[in-house]
């Protein structure tokens, strides 16, 4: 049975497991290092991103976290997930896993009360559908190898670099999103497929 790990420092990871859940996935809480073993997937969930980077350098996690990533391990994150695996990250500046290759603007979408739900584009066969942004980051510039599969009123708000995704809302909040199919889909490939799909991290 597929096992998919769900970051469980803080933020809305009971949502996302909910959600995988509702999809016949079986999912695991993530806080230690020994917990990222005999995983098929991991998702880093919403939150706060500034505290869970705190929170995985107290556990000691933010190195294994990044490796295993970067070895090919198919990673979905959303919202804080997003920031914490952008390789830049502003307003203001801060660490990061340094995976994916995009700058991400903090809560660049607004507070609290410009949070909704909108329409968004889909591309590279993700079909139209609408997103939940709650603060939600913005991605302000892309690499070369990221392909952009959503966009808001142009701007990409849902991508993949190799087993990377990342969303800037909340699929996991909006039923069964188009989002969890491509994640799921990705658990799928062979592992050797995914190997060859690996982020590369210079």
């Known amino acids: 049975m597929t096992r998919v790990g769900v970051l469980a420092l ?5 949502a996302h497991q909910a959600a995988l859940g509702e999809l016949g996935v079986s999912t695991a809480r993530v806080r230690k ?15 706060e991103s500034s505290v869970m980077l705190r929170l995985l350098r107290f556990a000691q996690m933010h190195e294994a976290l990044h490796d295993v990533i970067a070895g090919g391990l198919p990673v979905l994150g959303t919202c804080a997930g ?24 903090r809560n660049a979408y607004g507070p ?24 939600a980051p913005r991605i302000t510039h892309i690499g070369a190898g990221v392909e952009v599969l959503a966009s808001r009123d142009g701007d990409p708000v849902f991508v993949r670099q190799g087993t990377i995704l990342a969303a800037a809302f909340h699929p996991e909040l909006d039923g069964h999103h188009p989002v969890l199919d491509i994640f799921l889909h990705a658990l799928e490939q ?12 210079p």
């Open 112 to 135: 609290q009360y410009h949070s909704g739900v909108f329409p968004l584009e889909g591309h590279l066969g993700m079909p139209d559908c609408t997103g939940i942004f709650i603060r």
């Open 33 to 47: 290092v020994t917990e990222l073993d005999h995983l098929d997937g991991i998702v880093l969930p919403g939150g």
């Open 190 to 201: 062979p592992r050797e497929a995914r190997n060859g799909l690996q982020a590369t991290h």
């Open 82 to 105: 997003l920031i914490l695996l952008a390789k830049q990250v502003e307003n203001p500046q801060q660490d990061s896993l340094d995976l994916l290759d995009a700058t991400v603007s």
């Open 10 to 14: 803080q933020g809305d990871f009971l």
